[in-house]
């Protein structure tokens, strides 16, 4: 589904406990995929992500009524359950997130140009297109 428009857009991140690698998993990927996928009944529209090893970078755009707070927290809960399944042992979160507020597109091509090529700053593949746990959702536009 295309969201024209969608603000307010946001970057966001949000990161493991102490740094913890304990995100590179296909489980952790299909996880995140099925609640993203139904954030839209919620109020929310997640476009572009990339998973690492111990962080997440996504886009968000929130409809006026959502709480984004609360939502965060759900998306953390649900993938801590993932990862307990996983035999990955509480905690599994930092507190909080990393919210910033996009103001044109250019400051969201910029973040996501950014944010795409993280893979291959940190050495895990030699471009971002073989990074197999990043894609989009939900294409979000910019008007």
Request: glycine share 6%.
């Amino acid at each position: 589904m295309v969201y024209q428009g969608a603000r307010p857009l946001y970057f966001i991140t949000f990161n493991t406990h102490f740094r913890a690698r304990t995100l590179k998993s296909k489980s952790i990927h299909k996880t995140f995929l099925e609640f993203c996928r139904n954030a839209p009944e919620h109020g929310f529209a997640v476009g572009r992500y990339v998973i690492m090893p111990d962080h997440i970078h996504l886009f968000v755009g929130v409809a006026a009524q959502a709480d984004l707070s609360r939502w965060m927290q759900a998306l953390k809960s649900v993938l801590g359950k993932t990862l307990s399944g996983m035999g990955i042992e509480k905690p599994h979160w930092q507190e909080g997130f990393f919210d910033h507020l996009l103001r044109s597109s250019e400051s969201y091509e910029e973040k996501w140009e950014y944010v795409r090529q993280n893979p291959v700053r940190k050495g895990l593949c030699a471009t971002p297109e073989e990074w197999p746990y990043q894609g989009e959702v939900d294409a979000l536009r910019w008007l």
